[in-house]
Nanobody, 124 residues
């Protein structure tokens, strides 16, 4: 499974971006998908995940601001990011895996496939 992330860019605080992650060769239908991010000098951290059945999880800092969704027809997973803040600045990575249970979806080690990352920069 090859993943392609896109949609990053530079925005001012309070703005919005929508990240996209597309797959070629397979569909996301039976996969759990997630977004992680890595800020300069920091470890990669969990942002949001969507289980194949539609269940979602978010890290506390993005709850109410970010939303993960999927368009099966387009083989695309989205991360809608609203009310962006400077601390959201990071490279965002999409990931996919199969057989991941909800309680472990925050762990990057659970995901088998990764996109190349897309940079989000939020200025104050």
């Amino acid at each position: 499974v090859q993943l392609q992330a896109s949609g990053g860019g530079s925005v001012q605080a309070g703005g919005s971006l929508r990240l996209s992650c597309t797959t070629s060769g397979r569909t996301f239908k039976n996969y759990s998908t997630a977004w992680f991010r890595q800020a300069p000098g920091k470890e990669r951290e969990f942002v949001a995940a969507r289980k194949w059945n539609g269940s979602t999880r978010y890290t506390d800092s993005v709850k109410g601001r970010f939303s993960i969704s999927m368009n099966n027809a387009k083989n695309t997973v989205y991360l809608q990011m609203n009310s962006l803040a400077p601390e959201d600045t990071a490279i965002y990575y999409c990931a996919a895996g199969i057989g991941i249970i909800l309680s472990t979806m925050t762990s990057h080690g659970q995901y088998h496939y990764w996109g190349q990352g897309t940079l989000v920069t939020v200025s104050s």
